[in-house]
C-alpha cells in the first residue's frame, strides 16, 4: 500500500494523458483560463504534471510557473510547453509543495487542480502546503483548489477493465483498475496496471495512487489557520453553485 500521495506518479508519467483524455479531457480548461485571465497576476500551478492544464493557460500571456515532484512527468510537461512562443514559456520547477523553492509574496495566484491536495493523505502534509502556499501569495493573492467530492462513493473492486485503446505510440493499451476503500483513514486507493502491446513487445506498469477525501468544511478550517479565507465555492466547471451531485468542489480563498 502506498503511504505517500506522491507515490506512484513517476510511473503513471507515460500514460497520465492517455487516461486523462478519457476522463477530465479538457472540461476544466476554460474555467480556470478565465479565473487566471481575469486576475492577471504571476501564477503558479503546483503539481503541473505533464502541463495538461499549464500550457493553455500561458497561452493567455499571464505569467505562469509551473511545479512538480516527479521528474517523469515534468519531462512530457517541456516537450509541451516548448510548442509555446517563448514569451509565453513558463518555468519549470522540480520541488515539493510542501517546501516551496520560492521567496515569500512572490505570486499572485496559486493553483491546485484536479485533486491535487487530496493527494495529501494526512494533516502535517496539509498543513505544511497551505502554509506554503500562504507565504508565496501576496497579501490579497488567491489560492485556488480543485477537489473531487465522489471519491468516498466509489465501489470497490479489482482487476476491472476500465480502458483500452491506441498509445501515442501506435500500440494497443489497456487499464485495469482496482479500488480499496479505508473509510477510518478517509482514503481510496487505486492500484492500476497499464499494459501497452506494440508488435510482440509488451510492457507492464503497475502502480498505486493514494488519495484522501477532503470535506468543505474541513478545508476552510485549514485554510484560516494560515490566513485564508474562502470568498467563493463552484460546483462544475461552468461555474455552477454547489450541490450534492456536483461534478468538482471549486475553491477560491483569499489571503488576508
Same mark, same amino acid.
Given at each position: 500500500m502506498a503511504t505517500e500521495g506522491w507515490e506512484g506518479w513517476d510511473a503513471y508519467a507515460d500514460f497520465y494523458d492517455w487516461e486523462n483524455a478519457r476522463t477530465l479531457g479538457r472540461r476544466d480548461v476554460a474555467f480556470w483560463r478565465g479565473i487566471v485571465r481575469d486576475l492577471n497576476v504571476p501564477?503558479?500551478?503546483?503539481?503541473?504534471?505533464?502541463? +495538461?492544464?499549464?500550457?493553455? =493557460? &500561458?497561452?493567455? $500571456?499571464?505569467?505562469m510557473v509551473g511545479l512538480d515532484r516527479s521528474a517523469a512527468m515534468l519531462a512530457y510537461a517541456r516537450r509541451r510547453l516548448a510548442r509555446l512562443p517563448r514569451a509565453v514559456r513558463p518555468p519549470l520547477v522540480r520541488g515539493d509543495m510542501r517546501h516551496l523553492p520560492f521567496r515569500r509574496? +512572490?505570486?499572485?495566484?496559486? =493553483? &491546485?487542480?484536479? $485533486?491535487?491536495?487530496?493527494?495529501?493523505v494526512n494533516d502535517v502534509d496539509l498543513d505544511g502546503m497551505l502554509a506554503e502556499i500562504a507565504r508565496v501569495l501576496r497579501r490579497g493573492g488567491i489560492a485556488a483548489?480543485?477537489?473531487?467530492p465522489d471519491l468516498p462513493a466509489w465501489d470497490e473492486y479489482r482487476d476491472r477493465l476500465i480502458f483500452r485503446g491506441r498509445s501515442r505510440r501506435g500500440g494497443r493499451i489497456t487499464l485495469t483498475e482496482s479500488v480499496r476503500q479505508h473509510p477510518?483513514?478517509?482514503?481510496?486507493?487505486?492500484?492500476?496496471?497499464?499494459?501497452?502491446?506494440r508488435g510482440r513487445r509488451v510492457e507492464r506498469r503497475r502502480f498505486t495512487l493514494?488519495?484522501?477525501?477532503?470535506?468543505?468544511?474541513?478545508?476552510?478550517?485549514?485554510?484560516?489557520?494560515?490566513?485564508?479565507?474562502?470568498?467563493?465555492?463552484?460546483?462544475?466547471?461552468?461555474?455552477?453553485?454547489?450541490?450534492?451531485?456536483?461534478?468538482?468542489?471549486?475553491?477560491?480563498?483569499?489571503?488576508?
Amino acid at each position: 500500500m502506498a503511504t505517500e500521495g506522491w507515490e506512484g506518479w513517476d510511473a503513471y508519467a507515460d500514460f497520465y494523458d492517455w487516461e486523462n483524455a478519457r476522463t477530465l479531457g479538457r472540461r476544466d480548461v476554460a474555467f480556470w483560463r478565465g479565473i487566471v485571465r481575469d486576475l492577471n497576476v504571476p501564477t503558479l500551478e503546483l503539481g503541473c504534471g505533464t502541463g +495538461r492544464l499549464l500550457s493553455p =493557460l &500561458a497561452r493567455t $500571456g499571464v505569467p505562469m510557473v509551473g511545479l512538480d515532484r516527479s521528474a517523469a512527468m515534468l519531462a512530457y510537461a517541456r516537450r509541451r510547453l516548448a510548442r509555446l512562443p517563448r514569451a509565453v514559456r513558463p518555468p519549470l520547477v522540480r520541488g515539493d509543495m510542501r517546501h516551496l523553492p520560492f521567496r515569500r509574496a +512572490r505570486f499572485g495566484m496559486v =493553483l &491546485a487542480a484536479y $485533486g491535487l491536495t487530496q493527494s495529501l493523505v494526512n494533516d502535517v502534509d496539509l498543513d505544511g502546503m497551505l502554509a506554503e502556499i500562504a507565504r508565496v501569495l501576496r497579501r490579497g493573492g488567491i489560492a485556488a483548489f480543485d477537489l473531487v467530492p465522489d471519491l468516498p462513493a466509489w465501489d470497490e473492486y479489482r482487476d476491472r477493465l476500465i480502458f483500452r485503446g491506441r498509445s501515442r505510440r501506435g500500440g494497443r493499451i489497456t487499464l485495469t483498475e482496482s479500488v480499496r476503500q479505508h473509510p477510518r483513514r478517509g482514503v481510496t486507493i487505486f492500484d492500476d496496471e497499464f499494459v501497452e502491446a506494440r508488435g510482440r513487445r509488451v510492457e507492464r506498469r503497475r502502480f498505486t495512487l493514494t488519495f484522501r477525501t477532503i470535506p468543505l468544511d474541513y478545508l476552510r478550517v485549514h485554510l484560516e489557520k494560515v490566513g485564508l479565507r474562502i470568498i467563493a465555492c463552484y460546483g462544475d466547471y461552468r461555474g455552477g453553485p454547489l450541490r450534492p451531485d456536483a461534478d468538482a468542489w471549486l475553491v477560491l480563498a483569499r489571503k488576508r
